[in-house]
């Protein structure tokens, strides 16, 4: 089983046909990799405190119609986390968020995650907004401890971070316990501060995960691995009507690819294999930006064969 851990929130997404109008849309970076990956099939629980107001209740309940395990989410009377989304030219969405006093910002530590985990993803704002995000840390530490594959995206969100430097250590400590690491182009750059991605990725490598998966927007995605591959897929032609949930249906892919092929080691992947799982990914996150808002696609959606 894959465990999700972070926040569920609600995306307020232009609407109408000059998008005067927003229209909300229930999402959250971890909420979609949970979504993602029990939608392609693979058993999937997501980590969380929700709220218990109408949003709340929304989001829960679309996490049971799509198969998601619940009996991690926590709930309190505490409002939902709100985005705001402004898409630019070529459809990338920009966020401002609502954060203070909400929900999952209160999540507390569960203890160690049921028997049948066998992969745990973190990221996006879980792992900046304490005290929740020590909640996180804490529960990454001991999973990767007890063998858990670990996957971590941050995802970042630049305007919520008040001290970058700050953060960019807090980083550096979870990578010992992280298998997976999962950025975009952007984020990496960010991330190393000088701008630098080849050498950021191979100094992340060196200090733990086993594989560096690199999301390139329309340039495709790439992965690297501590044992030396290094392969790029391209992206799958589509229109795209906006990027939300493009690299969170990437990260909940990759994982239910390594969950259903029994990978524990992700390094011992063959370049063939690599590419075979990108694929993967790359044909899923095509179908989530083929529509509005995050809406990862079920197996069902996907070609045969990838």
């Not at 030219?89 to 999540?107: H, P, W």
């Not at 529960?139 to 001290?163: F, S």
Request: some cysteine; aromatic content about 4%.
């Amino acid at each position: 089983m894959i465990v999700s851990g972070g926040e569920a929130l609600v995306d307020l997404v232009p609407a109408g046909p000059d998008g005067a109008m927003l229209a909300p849309r229930l999402g959250g970076g971890p909420y979609n990799v949970a979504l993602t990956a029990a939608r392609l099939g693979v058993p999937s629980a997501f980590l969380s405190r929700v709220s218990t107001d109408g949003f709340g209740e929304a989001l829960v309940r679309r996490l049971e119609e799509s198969g998601v395990d619940t009996s991690l989410v926590q709930r309190g009377p505490e409002p939902t986390t709100l985005a705001v989304v402004t898409l630019d030219d070529d459809s990338s969405a920009r966020y401002s968020f609502y954060t203070e006093g909400t929900a999952d910002r209160l999540v507390a530590d569960p203890g160690p995650l049921p028997a049948a985990t066998t992969a745990l993803s973190v990221g996006t704002l879980g792992m900046v907004l304490d005290p929740g995000a020590r909640s996180y840390e804490a529960v990454l530490r001991r999973e990767h401890r007890r063998g858990v594959l670990t996957a971590l995206d941050p995802n970042i969100r630049a305007e919520m971070i008040a001290d970058p430097d700050a953060y960019r250590a807090r980083f550096a400590s979870w990578l010992p316990s992280v298998s997976v690491l999962k950025v975009s182009e952007e984020d990496a750059a960010w991330l190393a501060a000088d701008g630098d991605v080849e050498r950021a990725v191979r100094s992340w490598l060196d200090a733990g995960p086993a594989a560096v998966v690199l999301t390139r927007g329309a340039r495709g995605v790439s992965l690297v691995t501590s044992s030396g591959v290094d392969v790029t897929v391209p992206t799958v032609p589509v229109d795209v009507v906006d990027t939300i949930g493009a690299g969170d249906t990437v990260q909940g892919a990759v994982l239910a690819w390594l969950t259903r092929h029994r990978v524990a080691d992700v390094a011992a992947l063959s370049a063939a294999e690599c590419r075979a799982m990108l694929g993967f990914a790359a044909h899923a996150a095509a179908v989530t930006v083929s529509r509005s808002g995050a809406e990862p696609p079920t197996a069902d959606e996907l070609p045969q064969g990838v």
